[in-house]
């Protein structure tokens, strides 16, 4: 059995020591990596709160004009079918008055 010298055994032992503070000071470096980004994590979570707080404020302000208009439309399309009925109306009658017998025109008249 061969013997290790103390010199060699504190060697061995310093370059163990080199290496366990090399792995220590990695994961420090690696706990303040995790750290920051949790806190960049809790940043964009913080702001992506805020972001969909000012969606809702913003959605609340567009139902009053989207409703508003809608209304409008609705009026729109009312005056439209209107329009049509008048002016089926007008080419109607003016169709039916060229087709009316005189008997037709005579019973109008005393009615």
Known sequence: MSSISQKMFD?????????LDFIISKQIEFAITVSSISDDVQILKNESKSRDSKIVILENQLEEPKSRCDAIEAKLLKME??????????????KEKQQQTVFANVSTFFS
């Not at 060697?11 to 290496?19: I, P, S, T, V, W």
């Open 81 to 94: 079918v209107k329009d049509r009925k008048l002016n089926l109306i007008i080419h109607g009658l003016s």
């Open 11 to 19: 060697d061995r032992m310093k370059a163990l020591e080199k290496k």
